[in-house]
């Protein structure tokens, strides 16, 4: 019997260092992420990253922070060596980005690493060079106060992660978003990001607003909500309104205590907060930033700390969910009329505001296909009704021009927010609700008559009144006051097929007030009196987020002085 003997080895440090380097070092945007946390660790106030071939040929960064000690070079590039904690207990209320000492060491360990520094204040800089872990070379060097850390050739002695690479451009795209969500979250640090020479992001270190319009866009950034809320968990953030949304999460940035963070449970609280506001599966997007007591955070769970823990999450989900919900619905906006083509005279299409068509806001702001939000406050009170367009739009007069409202929209959105309204306090007051003249007896199938009997008592909390009458027959007596003209046995039907068991209970609620709110609205076409008209206008500035129906949809389209003087070609008031 032949025996194969496998010799057991100690790994070479090298490979070691490889195999732990690569959860910490995944790709070349978490080498970008670690050097631009050391920076900000070492409070730089411009950290500039330059990004070659997807950060695989070279990335480098470099800052104006406080520098390495040139005696401590070695120590900074050895595995656990960090100057940010000394025990375990620091560990638990740490403050600083960085706290494992591992990060230059895991990057060094892959690629061939030099970090040339100097501490302002000291006459010349030092310089090491490490090569797959190895210190190559090390001595004075010449260069600026602060640090540049340059990386060339990462995973090239490591083919196995070489291979998990993509295209250099979605490694370059993911290392420069990555910056732009560091330069977010650190909007008093200026950020600049260089893709094979090209600027792909640029901050001026100038504050939130200018990091925002960095990198969402100027138009964009128009449209955001400023969300404030104190409290043992604090939350502060700038979130899309709206009518500004993406077709994915990705571009909601959340920072847990200066870090910024991924979770999924608190994108969740965010997209819970628009319930409503927004069509279905688009998202919003922006910055949230999270305050809490470091000890109830634990930063120690993941490799490159991208996830933590909250010691109570339930807390913080609500805290995150609240503050967004009340600035969301504290903030109605108007859609704003886009700009028009209009032929001009010698045939060609051209569009107006074209004068300053030369400013980049303006330029963005006519390729996106999405009418652009402003605030309603102050508008949307004044609106004063002067008719309707073919029994369809309702005309008003605001105080800076003329407002067309969708009447079917408008209306349900009030109908909608007035019946969550109504709920969330009924518990214990019990809604209003309207005895029918003539029950409606309304015929289930069995699987409606499944769901009728898990949801009687929520349908009756919700002001129906419904009791069984018969095989497969439910008995309609009693609908929520703003349902008093809608069809009873419609809306019961679809109430009962919309009803998922899996979903809480808010959520319950949600989908029924938009279902009873969508079915007892005024319909589009119905032709309305005038009286009508502005009680209808009044109701929706009493509205909190009027400028939506419950589906998404705008309610509202503005069309302000300014913007019918350049299309009249009349001078600007
Ligand atoms: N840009 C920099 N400016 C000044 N000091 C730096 C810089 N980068 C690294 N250092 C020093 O080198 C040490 C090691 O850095 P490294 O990133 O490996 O570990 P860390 O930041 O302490 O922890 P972590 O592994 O969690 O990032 C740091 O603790 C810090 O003292
Ligand atoms: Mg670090």
Known sequence: ??????????????????????????????????????????????????????????????????GIDASELRL??????????????DLERVRTLGFRGEALASIAAVSDLRLVSRPPGVDAAATIRVRSGEIAE???????????????????????????????????????????????????????????????????????????????????????????????????????GPLAHRGTRSAMVLVVNGRRVHNRSLLFALDEAYHGLLPQGRHPFGVVLVELDPAEVDVNVHPTKREVRFRDEREVFAAVQRACWSALRANPVMVHAPPVKVPAAGGEAFVLGLADARDEDERERQRSASPEPSDLRGTAAGLRAIGQVRGEWIVAESADGLVLVDPHAAHEKVLYVRLLDEWSKGERSGTESQLLLLPSV????????????????????????????????????????????????????????????????????????????????????????????????????????????????????????????????????
């Not at 970008?32 to 500039?48: P, Y």
């Not at 595995?79 to 207990?89: G, L, M, P, V, Y």
């Open 442 to 573: 309304v015929e289930c199938d069995a699987a409606a008559m499944q769901r009728y009997e898990t949801n009687a008592a929520f349908l009756e909390s919700c002001g129906f009144g419904l009791e069984p009458f018969g095989p497969g027959l439910v008995r309609c007596t009693a609908v929520p006051l703003a349902a008093a003209a809608a069809d009873p046995a419609r809306i019961v039907l679809d109430a009962l097929d919309s009803f998922d068991d899996d979903a809480p209970p808010a959520q319950r609620r949600h989908r029924l007030a938009a279902l009873v709110a969508c079915h007892s609205a005024v319909r589009f076409g119905d032709r309305l009196q005038i009286d009508n008209q502005q009680q209808l206008l009044d109701e929706l500035a009493g509205t909190a987020g009027g400028s939506t129906c419950p589906h998404g949809r705008p309610t509202t389209l503005a069309i302000d002085d300014a913007y019918l003087r350049r299309a009249f070609h009349r001078s600007a008031r």
């Open 138 to 240: 090390s001595g004075p060097a010449a260069a600026a106060p602060g640090t540049r850390v340059e990386v060339c050739e990462l995973f090239a002695s490591t083919p196995a992660r070489l291979r998990f690479m993509r295209e250099a451009r979605t490694e370059s795209s993911h290392a420069a978003r990555l910056v732009g969500e560091l330069a977010l979250t650190h909007p008093r640090v200026a950020f600049s990001c260089t893709v094979d020479g090209r600027t792909a992001v640029r901050t001026a270190g100038l504050g939130r607003a200018d990091a925002l319009r960095s990198v969402f866009g100027a138009a964009a950034s128009k449209s955001f909500i400023e969300v404030s809320a104190a409290g043992a968990v604090s939350v502060e953030g700038w979130i899309s």
């Open 1 to 66: 019997v032949s025996v194969s003997t496998a010799r057991i080895r100690l790994l070479p440090q090298a490979v070691a260092d490889a195999i732990a380097a690569g959860e910490v070092v995944e790709r070349p945007a978490s080498v970008v992420k670690e050097l631009c946390e050391n920076s900000l660790d070492a409070g730089a106030t411009r950290i500039d990253v330059e990004i070659e071939r997807g950060g695989l040929i070279r990335l480098c960064v470099t800052d104006d922070g406080c």
């Open 76 to 89: 900074a590039v050895s595995r656990h060596a960090t100057s940010k904690i000394e025990s375990d207990r």
